[in-house]
Each structure stands twice: as C-alpha cells, then as structure tokens.
DNA sequence: CACCGGAACTGGACCGTACAGTACCCACAC
DNA sequence: GTGTGGGTACTGTACGGTCCAGTTCCGGTG
C-alpha cells in the first residue's frame, strides 16, 4: 500500500503532470487535429507509450485538459463576486471590475480555449456544454447575485438582475471578444480596452440606475 | 472559341457549382479538417479528379466557400439600413429590427459559418480578417449609420454611433450568440428571441435616448 | 550498504487506415 | 485521329494506437 502511493508520488506523478502540461500546450497552440500523440509525447519528454499509459486515448486527453482549465476561470469569476457597495464610487467600481473582466476574458490564453472549444464543439458537445455551464453560466448568476446587492442597496433599478448582468457583458465584450475570435492576433491595446470598460460602463448605469 | 464556352457553359459549369454546393454543405457539417475530397467529390456527385481540375486544392477550394457565404450576408446587412424613422412607434421598430437581426444571426447556417471560421482562423487568417471586415464591421458600420439618420432627427442621443452600434448588437447578442458558439444545438425558441430582443432594445433606448 | 524484484519508462518498429494529391485510361465530340 | 473532360486506381504520407525488448527508478530486504 504505502509503496504503491509513494511509487505514485514520484516519477509517474511528475509525468502524469508533464503530460498534462504539454498536451495543454500544445492543444492550445495547434487545435485538436492539429496535435499529434507522438508531439505531445515529445514536448512531454515523454515516450509515447507512457501517454497511453496514463491517457486511454486521444479524446480522454483532450478532455482532461479542457476541464482542467475550466478551473482557472474560478479566479475571474471570484472578480464579480467582490464589488465595493459604497454608492460614491458606484460608475468608478463598476467601471474598474468591467476593466478586469476585460483583462480577463482577453488573455491570449483564455481566447484561445474559447476557439478550441468552439471548434471542436460539434465533435465534443458535452465538453461545450460543461464548459458553457461552468464557465459562462455560473459567471453570469455571480455577476447578477452581485447586482442584487446593489439592487437592494437601492443603488440600482433591476428586476431581472440574471438579464441585467447579460446585458453588463454583452455590453462589454461583444466587441473585442469577436475581434479576438476572428482575428488571430489579439490587437486590443489597454487604451482600448479602458474606453470599453468607461463606455459600457456608463451605458449600462444610463440603462440600470 | 464559341465551342469552349458553350461547354463550360454547359456541363463544366453545372459541375463547378455542384462541387461549391456540395463544399460548402460539407464543410459546414463537418468542418475543415474534418471533411476528405472524397466526401465532398461523392456529394457532388462528381470525381475527384473533377474536384482538382475546379480547385488546385483543399486550401482553396474552402476559402472560396466561405467567401462565397460572406455574400449571403448582405441580406442581414440590408436589414440594419432600413429603419422606419417615425418617432412615434420608435421602440416597436427597433425591436423588429432587433428581432430580425436575432432571427438571422442565430440561423443555424450562420453559427456554422462563425464556428468554421473561429475554428481556423489560425490556419486561415486571412479569412478570419476578410470575414470580420466583410461581415462583421460592416454590419456594424450601416447600423451606425441608421442610428446617425435617427440621432439626427432627434430621436435618439448619441455621440458616437459606432459605439451605439456596438453596444446594440451586444445587448441583443452576447447571451445567444455565444450559447449556440459553445452548445452545439441551437435551443433557443421563439420565445426566447422575442425576450431577447424586447429587453435588449429596452435597455439601449434607456441609455441613448 | 548492497542487492533484488517489480513496476514504470523508453525507443522504435509496426499495423491499419484515412486522406491529399497524381497518373493513366476511357468516352465522346469534332 | 485529336483533344477535352471525366473516372479509377494508385502513391506517399501522416497519424492513432499497439507491441516488444531492453532500461531505469525506487522501495524493501538481508
């Protein structure tokens, strides 16, 4: 027993991990299809039969890493759960947390999990659907839970606060997030990135207070 | 000379379009990668050697597809043109045009369309570009534009109308668009898309009018 | 400390298959 | 016959996945 987990711990742990990194990697970087085993097990260090040996396939793989990265996303959605509720600053707040969102969901990285996904979506649709739910929907019910709260604090007029925050997002991202879709390169300066954050801000206070 | 044409006329031109159709209903089902020559050649009910003589190659022949649906576009972009500009019924008609603007975007051609293109935009970047060009900023473009007409006539305030034109297809857009991106089915009702675009069309007429 | 046993790892050959692209032949029109 | 377009059969290659024979790691035993 203690051997077996000891054995665990050490060197089939560390490549279990350095898999994991470099399928991310790559998959990140070349898509799906455009990944080989055979480039994973060399990034990884790794021979290819010790990828079989952790992974059954290219597909288990695959889906490990995506939702291994769903994770990551806690720490944007932790953003929208912390708004300082003094009326003074309310547009300033608010025009800051749209700012971080932006950095956020801009990230090179993060945009292109979101193209990952979205490609391979027909193939993996339960992978679109967790990824959507756990992303995306729960993003979305923290962004309106925070809302409520200013909402009760009289600091906001909503009444479908869930519509509210779609409304804060879609505000916001439309833009750059689809400019980053299409477009490869990621061309969002940070004065860019502020004059959203200021504008939607301050549309979406014209709508809502 | 006259010979020549006749015959590309005649058969050769039947099978060249044959093989865009039948391109183009295969990439959309089953994207790039994920189509062979063979696929599309069967479909077209044409040989493959008839594939190659249209098209020097897979490349090719899918950029001129996806091109070839860029046009298809236009008929969306007719739609944000014309808005009636009679004050009184102002909110019933931005809601039509809204409604119809949800009604073209969430068509399930198009998503394809937009998940084919996000899906290789880093092997495709050039069409990635010319699509969010074509596509995209034009929309977004004709749509100031109107919202300029009715600025002018004093029914809307607006200082920057492409902005305005930003923050109107956000609204209405973010929440389905990127549910049907992430979601393989497109399960939106009716129903949905008039709320949609009901609530979407409030909140800008609170902010710019 | 030296050694042992077994599990995990390695490298590479290998199999089957799918697929982009090509060579060659046929059928029909002039 | 001569030329043009179309079809069949082929080539080369890349890749997912497996197999095997040898090697390294590591914990346990004397």
């Known amino acids: ?7 665990m711990d050490g060197r089939s742990a560390r490549k279990h991990t350095a898999i994991l990194e470099a399928a991310t990697s790559v998959f990140l970087d070349k898509g799906y299809s455009g990944t080989s085993m055979d480039d994973i097990a060399k990034l990884a260090a790794v021979s290819k039969q010790t990828v079989y040996k952790h992974f059954s396939d290219k597909e288990k793989l695959f889906a490990e890493i995506v939702l291994a990265t769903t ?46 996904i979205i490609a391979n979506a027909d193939v993996f649709p339960d992978l679109g659907n967790e990824w959507y739910e756990r992303g995306f929907e729960r ?3 923290t962004l309106a839970a925070t809302f409520q709260r200013l909402a009760d604090q009289g600091l906001l007029r ?18 750059p997030v689809n400019r980053a879709m299409f477009t490869g390169s990621t061309r969002h300066t940070d004065a860019d990135l502020d004059r959203y954050a200021a504008a939607g801000t301050r549309a979406f206070l014209a709508a809502y207070r």
Do not use: Y
């Not at 909503?158 to 833009?175: K, Q, R």
């Open 139 to 141: 993003g979305l019910a």
């Open 1 to 7: 027993m203690k051997k077996k987990v000891s054995t």
């Open 158 to 175: 909503i009444d479908d606060t869930l519509l509210a925050a779609n409304h804060f997002s879609g505000l916001l991202l439309w833009i």
């Open 71 to 116: 994770d990551r996303l806690d720490a944007t959605i932790d953003l929208l759960a912390d708004l300082p509720t003094d009326d003074a600053g309310l547009e300033e707040n608010l025009t800051r947390l749209a700012r971080q969102l932006l950095t956020s969901l801009t990230d090179p990285q993060v945009i292109q999990l979101r193209r990952l």
